[in-house]
C-alpha cells in the first residue's frame, strides 16, 4: 500500500482535507483480460443479432460480398478470444490476491450475506451511510459478476454446439453434440443462445453506470483501478475485506 495526502474531499465539505492510501487490487493479467473479454462481448452481440436476423444487405449477389461468412467469422474468433480470457481468468482463480481468488467470486463469509441487503438499499440511495465499505468486490457484485459468468458458459455451450452442426462428426459436433439433446433439441438452445445476449445487453450499460456513479458520488476510482491496477481509498474508513 502506498499512503499519501491528496486533494480535499468534496463530500467532507469546508475544505478539510483527508489522507487517501493506494491499494494495489488488479495485477495485469486480470486488467487485460477484462478489456479483452469486454471488446469481445460486444462484438459477440453485434455479430450475434445480425446472424440470427440480418439488419442490413449490401447490394448484388450474395456469393458477390460473402457478408454473412465474414460476420461469422468475427463472430467464432470473438468467441474464441472470449474463452481464452476466461482460461486465464480460471487460473487467477488460484494464483491471484484476495480480491482476485475464487473467494472473491461468492458470499464466502456469512457476514457478507448479512451485508448484501445494506449494499443493495445503498444502490437505491437508500441509507447509503450504512453500507459497508469493500475494496474488492462487494456481496452483490459477487453473485451478478458469478452470475455472468455463468450466462457466458451457457453461451459458449450453446454456441459451440450450433458451430459443431456445420460439420457432423468434426470436433465441435463431437465435444459438444450432448448440449442440444441435454437442452430438449437444437432449437431449444438456439433460443437460449439468443436470449441470454439480451442479458449482456442489460447488464454492460448497468454496469457502466455503476461504476461511473461510485467514482463520481464515492470517489473510490473504480474506473481507473481496472486501468492502473490501482485504487486511492479513504484512510479512515474501514473495509471489510481489508
Same mark, same amino acid.
Given at each position: 500500500?502506498?499512503?499519501? /495526502?491528496? +486533494? *480535499?474531499?468534496?463530500?467532507?465539505?469546508?475544505?478539510?482535507?483527508?489522507?487517501?492510501?493506494?491499494?494495489?487490487?488488479?495485477?495485469?493479467?486480470?486488467?487485460?483480460?477484462? %478489456?479483452?473479454?469486454?471488446?469481445?462481448?460486444?462484438?459477440?452481440?453485434?455479430? $450475434?443479432?445480425?446472424?440470427?436476423?440480418?439488419?442490413?444487405? /449490401? =447490394? =448484388?449477389? *450474395?456469393?458477390?460480398?460473402?457478408?454473412?461468412?465474414?460476420?461469422?467469422?468475427?463472430?467464432?474468433?470473438?468467441?474464441?478470444?472470449?474463452?481464452? /480470457?476466461?482460461?486465464?481468468?480460471?487460473?487467477?482463480?488460484?494464483?491471484?490476491?484476495?480480491?482476485?481468488?475464487?473467494?472473491?467470486?461468492?458470499?464466502?463469509?456469512?457476514?457478507? %450475506?448479512?451485508?448484501? %441487503?445494506?449494499?443493495?438499499?445503498?444502490?437505491?440511495?437508500?441509507?447509503? %451511510?450504512?453500507?459497508?465499505?469493500?475494496? $474488492?468486490?462487494?456481496?452483490?457484485?459477487?453473485?451478478?459478476?458469478?452470475?455472468?459468468?455463468?450466462?457466458? @458458459?451457457?453461451?459458449?455451450?450453446? $454456441?459451440?454446439?450450433?458451430? $459443431?452442426?456445420?460439420?457432423?462428426?468434426?470436433?465441435?459436433?463431437?465435444?459438444?453434440?450432448?448440449?442440444? *439433446? @441435454? @437442452?430438449?433439441?437444437?432449437?431449444? +438452445?438456439?433460443?437460449?443462445?439468443?436470449?441470454?445476449?439480451?442479458?449482456?445487453?442489460?447488464?454492460?450499460? &448497468?454496469?457502466?453506470?455503476?461504476? &461511473?456513479?461510485?467514482?463520481?458520488?464515492?470517489?473510490?476510482?473504480?474506473? /481507473?483501478?481496472?486501468?492502473?491496477?490501482?485504487?486511492?481509498?479513504?484512510?479512515?474508513?474501514?473495509?471489510?475485506?481489508?
Amino acid at each position: 500500500m502506498e499512503a499519501g /495526502t491528496l +486533494a *480535499p474531499s468534496e463530500s467532507l465539505g469546508r475544505g478539510v482535507p483527508v489522507e487517501y492510501k493506494r491499494v494495489y487490487l488488479w495485477h495485469w493479467p486480470i486488467r487485460a483480460m477484462h %478489456w479483452i473479454a469486454a471488446l469481445c462481448i460486444v462484438s459477440l452481440v453485434v455479430t $450475434g443479432f445480425y446472424i440470427g436476423k440480418p439488419y442490413f444487405m /449490401t =447490394g =448484388g449477389e *450474395p456469393s458477390d460480398h460473402f457478408l454473412m461468412g465474414r460476420v461469422r467469422f468475427v463472430h467464432f474468433v470473438s468467441a474464441g478470444l472470449l474463452v481464452a /480470457t476466461a482460461i486465464v481468468r480460471s487460473y487467477w482463480l488460484f494464483v491471484g490476491n484476495k480480491y482476485e481468488r475464487w473467494r472473491a467470486l461468492f458470499p464466502y463469509h456469512r457476514e457478507d %450475506w448479512s451485508n448484501l %441487503w445494506l449494499v443493495l438499499k445503498k444502490y437505491f440511495f437508500v441509507q447509503p %451511510w450504512k453500507a459497508p465499505h469493500y475494496m $474488492g468486490h462487494n456481496p452483490l457484485q459477487q453473485l451478478a459478476y458469478t452470475s455472468i459468468y455463468g450466462i457466458a @458458459l451457457l453461451q459458449v455451450l450453446t $454456441g459451440f454446439h450450433m458451430y $459443431g452442426l456445420a460439420e457432423p462428426g468434426g470436433f465441435f459436433a463431437v465435444a459438444f453434440g450432448w448440449v442440444g *439433446p @441435454l @437442452l430438449g433439441g437444437t432449437q431449444i +438452445a438456439r433460443f437460449l443462445h439468443h436470449v441470454l445476449t439480451w442479458v449482456w445487453v442489460i447488464f454492460l450499460p &448497468i454496469h457502466f453506470y455503476l461504476t &461511473i456513479r461510485a467514482d463520481v458520488l464515492h470517489h473510490e476510482s473504480r474506473v /481507473t483501478s481496472i486501468v492502473s491496477g490501482g485504487r486511492y481509498v479513504r484512510a479512515d474508513i474501514e473495509f471489510v475485506d481489508d
